[in-house]
């Protein structure tokens, strides 16, 4: 070979060491990092999101720009995540549904495919119904309506083969027959029960305080072992014997293969954005609980993983997921 071919190769060979070098010596971030919400506008994820994104600019000095991709339970948002590099500028916020769903088999993804940086919510499934629906002012008119009319009432859910539907056909399995209906996009949900379309509403009561506050929805049941302190006068289901102490959870995950560095970087970030005023104010408004709310990152995906199981014990049960 001549020698100025050698020459020409080896600067070449020399260039790229170098440009890999400078990338790896690369300070993350040094760009925006997107950031995907798999549920639409004024949903209880987006409103989280919104005020987090903010929290988490202030500590890594980049600006997170939020997209909102909805559909099939968060899994689009999850899909739009997956087919770009793992390298940390690409980060979703998700609910639990996306995970019941990997449960049931009922998504495409697996679990192994992310890594969850936090959980930023976690609180108890609701059941609601029209403020002003003078058939119903407590659970058991709710309940005993329901008995003698199976199938009559309607509620209103986020999507099949998630949460919601648990909730929905554990009444059943207890003689308390509804009629799902299920809407994808949450504002729609909300204003189908504000509208009377629908009789009832599965949903966490944070998402929806302000419908609550302002005497347009009222919480009839929480799915809880005891009452909340905020709503002393709505039952549990455990008072009624419908033991189900099921939560719904949302948080932050990134395609997995993201290097350990970037997500420490994502999660301390995460953790000062969690416990800044503004989010911790937010968290009041939502009756959650802060210090049950937040995981250690090791703790988290131990905790996704037991999860996992719970959801496949009760999709079993249920008669839900891939058949």
């Not at 100025?4 to 890999?20: C, M, P, Q």
């Not at 987090?52 to 600019?57: C, D, K, N, R, S």
């Not at 979703?92 to 940086?117: E, H, R």
């Not at 072992?225 to 008072?239: G, I, Q, T, W």
Request: glycine share 10%.
């Amino acid at each position: 070979m001549p020698k100025g071919k050698i020459i020409i190769g080896t600067v070449t060979i020399l260039l790229l060491i170098l440009a890999s070098s400078a990338i790896a010596a690369e300070k993350y971030p040094s760009r925006p990092i997107d950031f995907i919400i798999g549920f639409g506008v004024g949903g209880g994820a987006d409103q989280m999101a919104r005020i987090l994104g903010p929290e988490m600019t202030k500590v890594l000095g980049v600006q997170l720009p939020i997209t909102n991709i909805s559909g099939a339970g968060g899994d689009v948002g999850l899909s739009r995540m997956l087919s770009v590099r793992a390298d940390g500028y690409t980060m979703a916020f998700q609910n639990s549904n996306s995970v019941t769903n990997m449960a049931l088999g009922t998504s495409p993804f697996k679990l192994d495919q992310f890594t969850y940086i936090a959980r930023a919510h976690l609180s108890d499934f609701w059941l609601f119904v029209n403020y002003n629906d003078q058939r119903f002012k407590t659970w058991k008119d709710v309940a005993e309506f329901a008995k003698k009319n199976p199938g009559k009432l309607s509620v209103a859910v986020e999507g099949l083969g998630g949460g919601d539907e648990i909730i929905v056909r554990f009444l059943a399995d207890n003689g308390i027959k509804l009629r799902i209906v299920p809407y994808g996009d949450p504002a729609k949900r909300y204003m189908a029960l504000v509208g009377k379309h629908e009789d009832l509403m599965v949903e966490q009561i944070g998402d929806v305080i302000s419908f609550v506050q302002n005497k347009q929805i009222r919480p009839v049941l929480v799915f809880a072992k005891k009452r909340a302190k905020e709503f002393p006068d709505v039952a549990c289901s455990y008072e009624n014997g419908l033991k189900l102490d099921f939560k719904q959870w949302r948080g932050f995950l990134v395609k997995a293969g993201t290097p350990p560095a970037v997500v420490k970087t994502l999660y301390e970030a995460m953790k000062k954005a969690y416990w800044s005023p503004a989010y911790q104010k937010a968290l009041k408004e939502w009756l959650v609980d802060p210090q049950e709310t937040w995981l250690e990152l090791d703790a988290l995906n131990g905790y996704v993983k037991d999860y996992v199981k719970e959801i496949a014990a009760l999709g079993k049960k249920y008669g839900l997921g891939k058949k």
